[in-house]
Each structure stands twice: as structure tokens, then as C-alpha cells.
């Protein structure tokens, strides 16, 4: 099956600083790609989604300024948390699909972000 | 809006069969899937059926939908220890990307 990488598995930083989330489709191509926030024992709550080469679309009460998605290429999306708070500490998981007729959802291992 | 909707926890013991319930509200879903996160982890996508279905099997899994009352259900036969994970449902409309997903259901296995 088609497999997304995420990169970092896991990182910890500090109040006020930026992170890049990296999203990679190795083995296809992938129109679109989804950015989901995954709190404790909670479900999935969509971000954002992008179209590569076009700006994202945001889903309500999500700040766009405080989370810039890039999707530069086929195969790569990338989520940047800016000025980072505690409460933005969370697990971030992206998903990817690609154009094959039965429209799938391939998604990440996901990132756990922790800001102190 | 959508609305998904799943029981939170459920257990089974070892070599039972275990059957994960789930409800949705929008009449014009046209897939419903199955995933399966493990703990730390991102979701697998374990099994989906179109609209147009009532059952799908695939190994040990079975999924029933019943479009009139809008359920859908996994049946997982000869239930094993790896089986222990949170089962999402998710249904998605013809032409619209994005998935709702339900808010999972925690599977435990007792020995």
C-alpha cells in the first residue's frame, strides 16, 4: 500500500519558537494532502487542506497564521507551527491521497509536539 | 453538519469475535471506512465500502452497512492480542474531500 512519512516523530521545544512538521508521500503522488490535531483520547479534528501548488484551505476556528501548510511539490507538505504556545502541544498527523479511482486516505505515523 | 458516532470502549475476549458499532447522520455519504490507530501512532486504513453495499469481507474482517438506519458495523472474527488499537469509522461524500471521522472506539482484549 501507499506509504506517508512524517518527520520528526517527536518534538519538544520551547514557548515562542517555530516548528516544520515535514508530510512525504514516498511512493506516489499525492494531489492532496490533509493536516489533522489529535488530542488525548480524542478523535481526529481536520486543520486544513491542501492542493499542491495552491494555497490551503483552512477549517473554521483554525488560525491560519499560526499554522502555515506548504505543499510545494506532489509529495511534499509541510506544517509550521509559529510562536508556539503550551497549548498548542499536541499529536499532529497528516494524510495524503493520491488519484487512483476509489478515493483512500493515506495517513502518517504522526508528531508529537510538546512546547514548554 | 456530519455527525459519526461510535461507542468509546469495548472488550473482547482472546479468540471471540468483536463487532465495533457505528452511526452517521448524512443520508449522501457515499464511502464509509474503517481505520485502525495503535498507540503512538498514525492511522491504517483496515477495510471501506461504498454506499451502494450492504457487506464487505475481507480475511477476519466483516463490515455491514445498513443505509436505512444509517449503522455501520466491523466484525473482527478469532479476535487476537494485535487486534488491541482504537477503531475509527469515517464517511466521506461523493466530490468532497475531506473524511468525518467517528470518535473511536478502544479495543481491549482479555487473555
Known amino acids: 500500500g501507499a506509504v506517508v512519512s512524517q518527520h520528526p516523530s517527536r518534538v519538544i521545544c520551547k514557548s515562542g519558537t517555530s516548528v516544520k512538521i515535514e508530510c512525504r508521500s514516498l511512493?506516489?503522488?499525492?494531489?492532496?494532502m490533509f493536516w489533522y490535531r489529535q488530542f488525548p483520547k480524542q478523535s481526529l479534528m481536520l486543520m486544513a487542506t491542501?492542493?499542491?501548488?495552491?494555497?490551503?484551505?483552512?477549517e473554521q476556528g483554525v488560525e491560519k497564521d499560526k499554522f502555515l501548510i506548504n505543499h510545494a511539490s506532489l509529495t511534499l507538505s509541510t506544517l509550521t507551527v509559529t510562536s508556539a504556545h503550551p497549548e498548542d502541544s499536541s499529536f499532529y498527523i497528516c494524510?495524503?491521497?493520491?488519484?487512483?479511482?476509489?478515493?483512500?486516505?493515506?495517513f502518517g505515523p504522526g508528531t508529537r509536539l510538546t512546547v514548554t | 453538519g456530519e455527525d459519526v458516532e461510535q461507542s468509546l470502549f469495548l472488550s473482547v475476549r482472546e479468540g471471540d469475535s468483536s463487532v465495533i458499532n457505528c452511526t452517521y447522520t448524512?443520508?449522501?455519504?457515499?464511502?464509509l471506512y474503517w481505520y485502525k490507530q495503535e498507540p503512538g501512532a498514525g492511522l491504517q486504513l483496515l477495510t471501506y465500502?461504498?454506499?451502494?453495499?450492504d457487506m464487505k469481507q475481507d480475511q477476519r474482517l466483516t463490515v455491514l452497512l445498513n443505509k436505512k438506519d444509517k449503522h455501520l458495523s466491523l466484525r473482527i472474527a478469532d479476535t487476537q492480542t494485535g487486534d488491541s488499537a482504537i477503531y475509527f469509522c469515517?464517511?466521506?461524500?461523493?466530490?468532497?474531500?475531506?473524511?468525518?471521522f467517528g470518535t473511536g472506539t478502544r479495543l481491549t482484549i482479555i487473555p
Open positions: 511512493d506516489f503522488q499525492a494531489t492532496t
Open positions: 469515517a464517511e466521506k461524500n461523493f466530490g468532497n474531500e475531506k473524511l468525518t
Open positions: 491542501s492542493n499542491e501548488g495552491s494555497k490551503a484551505t483552512y
Open positions: 465500502i461504498f454506499s451502494n453495499m
Open positions: 494524510s495524503a491521497a493520491g488519484t487512483s479511482g476509489v478515493y483512500e486516505q493515506y
Open positions: 448524512d443520508s449522501s455519504s457515499t464511502y
